[in-house]
């Protein structure tokens, strides 16, 4: 099970990325909130905050996309 976190969250070349743990970490963030409206919770986040929640797993998830098709671009960097 270990493992199989490590290569959820891993590149392509097996480093791990920062980008689809954010993203992780704002989609169970988001599940949350959506749970808990289910359930007619008393707390209630405020809307911008699940909006910004949301942009920033959009702009993740794209970024690691991104990551996969751009192949070896670098910014600036020699492989």
Known sequence: MKEFFKTLFADKDGQQSTKRIIAMIGMLFLCGTMVATACRCS???DEN???SIEMIVIVALGATSLDKFAGGFSLGRKK
Request: hydrophobic share 50%.
């Open 43 to 45: 707390i209630k986040p």
């Open 49 to 51: 905050l699940i909006s």
